[in-house]
């Protein structure tokens, strides 16, 4: 900030994710200290990553007098107090990370906005309450809802393989990945083949070949060797992602599907008036909606049967296995059973016993009190550090030979980091609090998925984990990693 300006008056607003939120106010902070400006907070607690008042999780170390504006009527009350323009209101509400700095008032004293400007290391300016932080630490499974594992010996692997319906959506790979373009007509049609080297518990080796949508569950593995799609010449390598996508631990999780559709039906199947034998004279069919027929299996073993009227949206959970599968109207039908599994997504129920969690959770008591645990932050969402899963994993085994220490853990906003690792170690034990959720580009906006507070709690839990490991392993560019390092 410019001495030279008149302002006196800064409203801070935060933007962005912990690490920059937290590095812009200590930047903002230390230049009200040294201008004597008075300094405001706004929107701690309708920010998603934070959903928490400023005063409930920071400890403000040289500015005494600051001032949070906890509510709209707080901040209409201060828009009033120094007559903030009705422009300067309404950036108040759209400010975001290009907005740096802005006066909002044409009148003494002068009003400064202040949201996402220059950043500085929050040492000696502001710290994390240690009562909040204890209380975190003190009850780490607030949010677990038993939908995933949290804790994995990998010597001790047994895992079953699952795929059902399109194995392009299953594995992400596109043709333009295969190499395949519109003019490759012998290839572009045709179903692929997804070819599998694995190794089973008893040590042997086998080899499986499967074909597009077709179906197909391989208990007992202790590990995929290769995986391998496309056809013919045109292959790629996907055995990572079989192992972090296609593979559960059986005795942790159950292989489940979903099912959902929403617009028009007869586009989603391509079956038209003239597949289901219907004319322009059958005026009674004609304009008719007509009925998706689905007999599924659920986990239970229990047979079921919906009807759905066109368009109508739906969504099925818990399927096991899709029997039979009908579209249209009346005795005017086509069978659509091989769609519909095509468009079901393989997915894991919660089947972890309250023993079977008791026992995690008394293994990561004895590691997090009583022995030393290396951890690992891994950024790899919105913004991908270099090197990826394998520069990840070559990090962390280097340190794992050089410390002896065999207990990793993990914090990353990658859903499939996690099974990552206890594919590709051997003779550790690898644990985790947090899960990031599958859907969402940036999981610090994903409020569908988070209740109120949530996401913020669990980023502290894992960065006071991090903080308190032997050893930490940093996603370089990050402002988690920053903030782990950074005594605060």
Not at 48 to 71: R, S, V
Not at 434 to 444: L, S, Y
Request: charge should be positive; hydrophobic fraction near 30%.
């Amino acid at each position: 900030m410019d001495t030279s300006n008149p302002e006196k008056i800064v409203l801070w607003k935060p933007s962005g994710g912990l690490g920059h939120c937290l590095q812009n106010l200590a930047w903002c902070l230390d230049e009200c200290l040294r201008l004597k400006y008075k300094l405001y907070i706004y929107g701690f607690n309708t920010h998603i990553p934070f959903q928490y008042d400023a005063f409930e999780f920071l400890e403000f170390l040289k500015n005494k007098d600051i001032i949070e504006l906890k509510n709209k009527d707080e901040l209409n009350k201060f828009c009033d107090t120094y007559k903030v323009s009705a422009a300067g209101r309404k950036l108040i509400d759209t400010t975001n990370y290009k907005t740096g700095k802005r006066i909002i008032n044409d009148h003494e004293p002068r009003v400064m906005l202040v949201c996402s400007a220059w950043q500085k290391n929050t040492t000696g300016l502001l710290n994390f309450k240690k009562s909040f932080i204890q209380s975190i630490l003190n009850n780490p499974y607030k949010y677990y809802k038993n939908d995933y594992t949290l804790f994995e010996n990998t010597n001790d692997k047994n895992y079953t393989f699952h795929i059902v319906g399109s194995y392009m959506k299953a594995l992400g790979i596109l043709n333009k990945d295969l190499k395949i373009t519109s003019d490759d007509k012998e290839y572009i049609n045709k179903k692929k083949k997804l070819c599998i080297n694995y190794t089973k518990k008893d040590k042997t080796k086998h080899y499986l070949e499967c074909l597009e949508l077709s179906e197909h569950t391989i208990p007992n593995i202790m590990c995929i060797d290769k995986a391998i799609y496309g056809i013919e010449d045109k292959t790629i390598d996907v055995t990572d992602t079989v192992i972090t996508k296609l593979c559960n631990n059986i005795n942790e999780t159950n292989i489940v599907m979903e099912f959902e559709i929403s617009g028009s039906y007869y586009k989603n199947f391509n079956v038209s008036n003239k597949d289901l034998g219907i004319t322009k004279n059958d005026k009674y069919y004609y304009n008719k909606p007509k009925t998706l027929t689905i007999k599924y299996k659920n986990s239970y073993g229990i047979t079921n049967e919906i009807k759905i009227i066109e368009k109508e949206e739906c969504k099925i959970d818990n399927i096991s296995k899709i029997l039979k599968a009908s579209y249209g109207i009346n005795d005017k039908q086509s069978d659509v059973t091989s769609k519909i599994k095509s468009m079901c997504k393989s997915k894991t129920t919660k089947i972890l016993s309250d023993t079977d969690i008791k026992n995690q959770q008394d293994k990561i008591k004895t590691i997090t009190t009583k022995e030393k645990y290396i951890a690992v932050h891994f950024r790899y969402r919105d913004k991908k550090v270099r090197g990826g899963y394998i520069k990840k994993l070559g990090e962390i085994k280097q340190v794992m030979k050089k410390s002896g220490i065999r207990n990793i853990f993990v914090a990353t906003d990658s859903p499939l980091f996690f099974n990552y690792l206890k594919y590709k170690l051997f003779d550790a034990n690898i644990f985790r609090y947090t899960n990031p959720p599958e859907h969402g580009i940036n999981i610090h906006y994903n409020q569908d998925i988070f209740t109120k507070g949530e996401n913020f709690y669990k980023t502290m839990l894992d960065v006071y984990m991090c903080k308190n490991a032997s050893q930490f392993i940093p996603s370089n560019g990050s402002g988690f990693s920053s903030i782990v390092n950074t005594d605060i």
